[in-house]
């Protein structure tokens, strides 16, 4: 039995009032439901209206059904809710398991925006399926969440089309509906007379037909000139209209004409759906802080361009491109010195891209430029060069110049590879090739260069021999109370003593943790030297609290992990309770997961404490918070960084703090640096922290003299009066 929605006889009647069910396809929502399906790369898509006992839909992409009964949609669960309703996997699910959509038809996941054209007047729901268990990102949510409000409006627009159609009375309709133009035209003159309301949206009244051409879009001229003269029913057009004021509008037309030299119709302002979908394409093919094309966009321009160098046997040149020492960068100087090179970056690839090139943003510090129509490669690698020459002028970053070094990978189209594919991995080699040569420099992709593919063995041999050296260590990086500016405990980060480079991060030998040998005696040797470190600790009676070890993926391949950590404690006198192990929702994703689950039990049951870090990237359930002992949340940095300028990370990270109060659970905001983060923190009720504001990462030697020099907060501070603790030396 299916469930009632809150007001249903409100609701059905609302539906009802739409005249939408058993209606003919309509373009409008058939390119939703494409839209949908490709945006969030799901085979089937819907726009389903949800009656008293029945869904049915008006359109959909993938599924040959017209509709299903109530008692067995998906979409029936969708309209209790004002957000978007999730099911990761419908066959573990008891509400869906059985229904024939998951039977006969393969569905697996779900994720269905309800319909809102009221308060509790949920009509339906804009839903994507898939026939594989998947997660749903908090990106993709608003993104399905915006472009259900466009189906929205194509519901009300539906509506007025209705009542258009079955009402005569077209100035009344048009004025009730708002922002709503009524006219009629003499073909023999090409007197228009318009509505009063026409002075208030187009700045005009009535007159000559010319008034308002005049201010339309020149590129959308033509589609409005055919109204001067056209006979019979006349489709709608959409179109550019600049005001008096300058301001440009978006209007639909629609008209019909009802005597031989006379036509009546209609002209509304469509611009809130035009920004509402100009605002959902660009952020689904746009970087937000750039505003470059993003990754998608990219491919689908670079597939472009060889496609049409195939038919005209032109070149194409591709650039990869990353920031040399970026992450210096954003560890010296902050991550808003690291935000300044990048849009820095964007700006000098978009001053020197030609007409026909696309400049992109593909994820992090890494551009690329696509160099369409280049005669030959030659002329790419001068192209690359004299890039490389301007992206070396230093720019001023609050009073002191900042250099935005690059290296570079070229691969050209037809004298590498022929394939998208192919020539990306072309010039990401080459861009390998550059970094590791000494960087600052462009390299052309050779056929050899296909043996640095073995990057990943070197960099494991280098870290085995490392291990053996003793080069691994952890630093530690303290967590602070919030309400008393106290040190509660540590979290161990894996360092490589580097005799040559220095203090390596695993942002160096990262690769290695894909190795589950490897990364097995990689955490070994850190959780060693963590249970060393407190034993010392402890008996010099310092206070420390728990210290925390990141455990990876690949750890988690060893059926005797937990037992081996715990026998490490034991051998050094340690308590179990004095560690707690960070892992992050990938761990709960891999197969075995019950396997996982068991050593987080062990691990739990013997007194160790777990945490989920980088809490809210990732890909689990929610319901993961609930199937592990998860005992502590950890805010992810990216969050933290824009809660003070971006009103959705603020509120992510409120939900995330809310959630940790409901299920009584810790909760630490990772990447502190200032103190108004720490205010609204504190305000939100956030219970710990860390980051640079307090420490940088620093060796187990100096973590005595960080706690007994550590600043505590007075009760005023901790009130939330005075700013976070002035920063403890790194060491």
Request: hydrophobic share 45%; proline share 5%; glycine share 8%.
């Amino acid at each position: 039995m299916f469930p009632a929605a809150p007001g249903e006889a409100d609701r059905v009647q609302a539906l009802h009032a739409l005249r939408i069910l058993d209606t003919a396809p309509e373009a409008h929502f058939d390119a939703i439901c494409r839209t949908a399906g490709a945006l969030f790369r799901a085979p089937i898509a819907l726009v389903s209206l949800v009656g008293e006992d029945r869904q049915w839909f008006k359109a959909r992409c993938g599924l040959d059904l017209d509709g299903t009964s109530r008692d067995v949609a998906f979409c029936a669960y969708a309209i209790l809710s004002e957000e978007v309703f999730v099911v990761e996997d419908a066959a573990a699910d008891p509400r869906f398991r059985d229904s024939p959509l998951v039977t006969e038809h393969g569905v697996r996941f779900y994720a269905g925006a309800p319909l809102i054209l009221g308060p509790n007047l949920h009509v339906g729901s804009l839903c994507v399926m898939d026939t594989v268990p998947r997660g749903f990102r908090p990106d993709e949510i608003r993104q399905l969440r915006d472009l259900a409000a466009v189906v929205v409006a194509q519901l009300r627009l539906h509506r007025t089309e209705q009542d258009l159609r079955e009402r005569e009375e077209r100035l009344r309709l048009a004025l009730r509906a708002g922002r709503m133009v009524a006219w009629e035209r003499d073909l023999r003159t090409g007197h228009a007379t318009r509505s009063e309301n026409a002075q208030d949206l187009l700045g005009i009244g009535s007159g000559p037909i010319s008034l308002m051409l005049d201010r339309v879009h020149p590129d959308d001229r033509s589609h409005v000139d055919r109204f001067s003269a056209y006979g019979g029913t006349l489709d709608a057009v959409e179109f550019r209209y600049r005001t008096q004021a300058g301001r440009q509008l978006w209007l639909c037309m629609r008209a019909e004409q009802t005597e031989p030299d006379r036509i009546v119709g209609i002209t509304f302002d469509i611009t809130d759906r035009k920004v509402a979908e100009a605002r959902l394409w660009r952020a689904a093919n746009h970087d937000p802080l750039t505003g470059l094309p993003n990754r998608a966009l990219f491919q689908e321009r670079f597939r472009e361009a060889l496609g049409r160098a195939e038919c005209t046997g032109a070149c194409v040149g591709l650039l990869l491109i990353d920031i040399d020492d970026f992450k210096d960068v954003n560890d010296t100087l902050g991550h808003d010195a690291g935000d300044a090179l990048l849009i820095e970056m964007a700006a000098r690839l978009s001053e020197m891209a030609r007409a026909g090139d696309t400049v992109a943003r593909l994820g992090g510090d890494e551009f690329a430029v696509i160099l369409a129509g280049s005669p030959r490669l030659e002329a790419a690698s001068v192209f690359a060069a004299n890039l490389l020459d301007r992206l070396r002028q230093p720019f001023a970053y609050r009073g002191r110049p900042l250099a935005t070094k690059a290296s570079m990978g070229l691969a050209s189209f037809p004298e590498h590879h022929r394939l998208p594919d192919e020539l990306m991995k072309d010039a990401d080699i080459a861009l390998y090739r550059a970094k590791s040569s000494g960087r600052n420099r462009v390299t052309v992709y050779a056929p050899e260069m296909r043996a640095l593919t073995e990057k990943r063995v070197t960099v494991s041999a280098q870290m085995r021999e490392a291990l053996l050296g003793g080069q691994i260590v952890p630093f530690y990086q303290p967590k602070v109370c919030l309400a008393t500016g106290r040190i509660v405990g540590f979290e161990a980060l894996a360092r490589w003593l580097h005799p040559v480079e220095g203090v390596l991060a695993p942002g160096y030998f990262g690769s290695a943790f894909e190795d589950p040998e490897l990364a097995h005696a990689i955490g070994s040797r850190i959780v060693a030297q963590v249970a060393a470190d407190m034993r010392a600790w402890r008996a010099r009676g310092l206070d420390f609290g728990q210290v925390a070890v990141n455990v990876s993926s690949a750890e988690f391949h060893r059926p005797d992990l937990a037992e081996s950590v715990l026998a490490t404690l034991q051998a050094e006198g340690v308590p179990p309770s004095c560690l707690e192990i960070e892992v992050t929702e990938t761990v709960f994703l891999g197969r075995g997961s019950d396997f996982v689950s068991g050593i987080l039990r062990r691990f739990h049951e013997s007194g160790v404490t777990l945490a989920l870090d980088d809490f809210g990237t990732g890909y689990a359930s929610l319901t993961h918070l609930k199937q592990f002992p998860v005992d502590h949340i950890k805010i992810d940095q990216s969050f933290v960084r824009g809660l003070d300028q971006d009103g959705d990370d603020a509120a992510i990270v409120a939900a995330v703090i809310g959630l940790g109060r409901a299920l009584d659970t810790r909760v630490t905001a990772e990447g502190v640096e200032n103190p108004d983060q720490v205010r609204r923190l504190r305000a939100m009720g956030c219970g710990f922290a860390q980051g640079y504001l307090y420490a940088k990462p620093t060796a187990g030697s100096r973590v005595p003299w960080l706690i007994a020099n550590w600043p505590a907060l007075d009760e005023t501070a901790a009130a939330g009066s005075q700013a976070a603790p002035p920063r403890a030396a790194a060491g």
